[in-house]
Every structure is written in structure tokens, then in C-alpha cells.
């Protein structure tokens, strides 16, 4: 503003110069005067230290504030990061272990699996052998049996028919008995012949 009022003041001045000197230098409007610059470089001095001695001293404050937070963020965020890639290695390893484990089990649950059942096929078999043996002793009884039956029997109708062949009772016991084991014999023979011909 005051080059502006200087610039009037030029102005009239020149029209006076015109008028009354008219070898009076005129002010350039480019260049300020030169009270201007002394009290303009006085001011900008004055403001200069001003904010040298207050403004800049916060500003670096706060400038280093924020560098630490950044460091500090950029330094947790690290940690955070490491922390977390430990925890996912870990996690890894748990991870890995649990499927160790999980193989290790069911591989004993097969071989346990594979004893229970050869366990069972071997009881299995025992009780199988177990009632075949027990099927074949009674069965060997039930023959024994039959065939005691039977050789009475067959003793009783050999001895009806010897005596109707000789016309006589055979009464002796002792001759009885020998009759029955020789007829009983030749039959034993007739049947051992007839099974080897078959």
C-alpha cells in the first residue's frame, strides 16, 4: 500500500517536476523505495526470528513426533509381522505334528484292526475245529452206539438163524458168543471187499 501511495505521490511530484523542474528524476515502479526495503527487510528480520525462536522449534517438535510414531508403527508393525509369521510357523509345526499324530493313530488302529480280526478268524477257527471235533466224537458215539445196536441185533438174528439151519438151540453161551464174533467178522470182510470194489 505504500508503494501505492508513494506511486500518487511519484505522480504528483512528477506532474510538479513537469510543471516546475522539469530536470527532476522520476521513481521507478519496479524498484521500491528505499525506506521500503530497509523497513521491509526489518519486518521480514523481526518475523524471521520470530518464527525461528517459536514456530520452528514446535514444528521440528511435532515433526520428530510424527517420526517417531512412523518409526514406532513401522517398528510395531515389524513385530506384529514377526510375531505373527512365529505364530504361523508354530501353527505350522502344531499343524504338522497333529498329522504325524493323526497317521501314527490310524496306522495303530489298523494294525490293531488287523490283530482283532486275526484274533477272530484264529477263535473262529478254534470254534469251528472245536465243533467239528465235538460233531465228530458224538458222531463217532452215535456209531458206536448204532453198531452195538446193531451187533446185538445181528448177533440175535444169527443166532435164530443158526438154530433153524442145525435144527437145534444153541444154549452154550460160549458157543453162541463164538458164533456171532465169526459171523460178524465175515461180514466186516464182505463189507471191506465191497467198499475197496467200489
Same mark, same amino acid.
Given at each position: ?7 500518487? /505521490? ?7 517536476? =513537469? ?23 526489518? %519486518? ?17 517438535? %511435532? =515433526? ?19 510375531? /505373527?509369521?512365529?505364530?504361523? $510357523?508354530?501353527?505350522?509345526?502344531? =499343524?504338522?505334528?497333529?498329522?504325524? $499324530? ?29 465243533? %467239528? ?12 452206539? %448204532?453198531? /452195538? ?12 438163524? /443158526?438154530?433153524? =439151519? ?33
Amino acid at each position: 500500500m505504500t508503494n501505492v501511495i508513494h506511486l500518487l /505521490a511519484a505522480e504528483g511530484g512528477e506532474k510538479l517536476n =513537469l510543471e516546475g523542474d522539469p530536470a527532476g528524476a522520476s521513481p521507478s515502479i519496479l524498484l521500491p523505495a528505499p525506506y521500503d526495503i530497509v523497513w521491509s527487510l526489518v %519486518v521480514f528480520i523481526i518475523v524471521f526470528i520470530l518464527f525461528w525462536k517459536f514456530v520452528l522449534p514446535k514444528f521440528q517438535e %511435532v =515433526l520428530a513426533e510424527r517420526e517417531d510414531r512412523i518409526k514406532g508403527g513401522i517398528e510395531r508393525a515389524e513385530s506384529a509381522q514377526a510375531q /505373527a509369521k512365529a505364530a504361523l $510357523e508354530k501353527n505350522n509345526a502344531q =499343524l504338522a505334528q497333529a498329522r504325524a $499324530e493323526a497317521n501314527e493313530i490310524r496306522e495303530a488302529a489298523r494294525e490293531k484292526g488287523k490283530e482283532i480280526e486275526a484274533q477272530a478268524r484264529a477263535n473262529a477257527e478254534a470254534e469251528s475245529r472245536r465243533i %467239528v471235533e465235538a460233531g465228530e466224537k458224538q458222531l463217532m458215539a452215535s456209531r458206536e452206539q %448204532v453198531i /452195538a445196536e446193531l451187533r446185538n441185533e445181528i448177533g440175535q438174528n444169527s443166532i435164530n438163524l /443158526a438154530e433153524e =439151519l442145525l435144527g437145534e438151540e444153541l444154549s452154550d453161551s460160549t458157543r453162541r458168543s463164538n458164533t456171532i464174533d465169526s459171523f460178524l467178522s465175515q461180514l466186516d470182510t464182505v463189507s471191506a471187499r465191497s467198499a475197496s470194489g467200489k
